[in-house]
């Protein structure tokens, strides 16, 4: 499967960590500094932050959220794997749990999974969510964004543009204590 380069909206900001990836998002969001100070190969891979966060201020409080996180991939596990795990465990254990669609593409070059999906979050209550995942160099990357319901669909289109922006620069293993 061959898909076009996506073409980065030229109101977006870059953010590119260290050379090690980069992603593309809208100007009004608002980068979570603090816990992107880590410095990465102190940090063992299984205790790593997010390497990525920050949200988007929407008119009556709410917020539309992007995180980046990166972990092992489980050995001998291919993507459909882990997303059928993932969903499985949210049925399990994450009431009002509803996946939307599950669309297998190529970004950044490499084969990756875009999942829509509802989840019930106890302080927020229902969010709507678009996540990729993609591996490179046994690791698995997971770009996260969601709203509330009202406010997803006006930011679907900019989540599709945020994931498909996402870049991996280099190896990364190389950068951590496994």
């Known amino acids: 499967m061959v898909e076009p380069e996506p073409e980065i909206p030229p109101h977006f900001t870059t953010y590119t960590s260290e050379s090690l990836f980069s992603i593309s998002y809208p100007p009004d969001l608002v980068l979570d500094t603090e816990s992107m100070e880590t410095i990465y190969?102190?940090?063992?891979l299984e205790d790593l932050p997010p390497v990525f966060s920050g949200d988007?201020?929407?008119?009556?409080?709410?917020?539309?959220?992007?995180?980046?996180?990166?972990?092992?991939?489980?050995?001998?596990?291919?993507?459909?794997?882990?997303?059928?795990?993932?969903?499985?465990?949210?049925?399990?254990?994450?009431?009002?749990?509803?996946?939307?669609?599950?669309?297998?593409?190529?970004?950044d070059g490499r084969e990756a999974l875009i999942l829509k999906y509802r989840i019930w979050s106890l302080d927020i209550g229902e969010l709507r969510n678009l996540d990729l995942l993609t591996v490179k160099d046994g690791l698995l990357w997971w770009v996260m964004c969601w709203a509330e319901p009202e406010d997803f669909k006006d930011y679907e289109d900019t989540f599709y543009s945020i994931l498909r922006s996402f870049r991996i620069l280099t190896h990364w293993w190389s950068w951590w204590v496994m």
């Open 41 to 44: 190969p102190e940090i063992p």
């Open 56 to 107: 988007i201020p929407i008119e009556g409080g709410s917020y539309a959220y992007i995180m980046v996180m990166v972990s092992l991939m489980p050995a001998g596990w291919t993507l459909d794997e882990l997303a059928e795990e993932g969903s499985q465990y949210r049925r399990n254990n994450q009431p009002g749990f509803l996946e939307y669609s599950r669309d297998k593409t190529i970004v």
